[in-house]
């Protein structure tokens, strides 16, 4: 499953140019407790600890996440597989079938220099 998202771009269909605004990479360290996701916009990637992996998401937190639930704990997230070029964004405590608008595998971008 990470091999699915891993060091590939992906971009927000919700952005007029999708692939070249608010594009982000994802990457795991060797223990694959740690998530990393590089987006073009920010100088540090966002850290997220790993909490579970299942066939179908992978669940964890950000790290210094500032939203709360109503219950007032950090918010904690599940990345939903939608097949092999597509990806979402549920809270755990949103309703099962909520989502985040789909991010979408690009084509290998070209660095610029």
Do not use: K
Request: hydrophobic share 35%; proline share 6%; glycine share 6%.
């Amino acid at each position: 499953m990470v091999d699915l998202i891993e060091r590939t771009p992906w971009g927000w269909t919700t952005v007029e140019n999708v692939c070249v605004e608010q594009v982000r990479y994802f990457t795991f360290n060797d223990e694959m407790d740690i998530m990393f996701s590089d987006i073009a916009e920010l100088d540090e990637p966002l850290v997220y600890r790993v909490h579970e992996y299942s066939s179908y998401s992978i669940t964890m937190e950000i790290d210094g996440e500032t939203r709360m639930t109503d219950e007032g704990v950090p918010v904690v997230w599940e990345l939903r597989f939608g097949g092999p070029d597509g990806i979402c964004w549920r809270a755990t405590h949103w309703s099962f079938f909520d989502c985040s608008p789909f991010l979408v595998r690009c084509p290998e971008l070209s660095p610029t220099s």
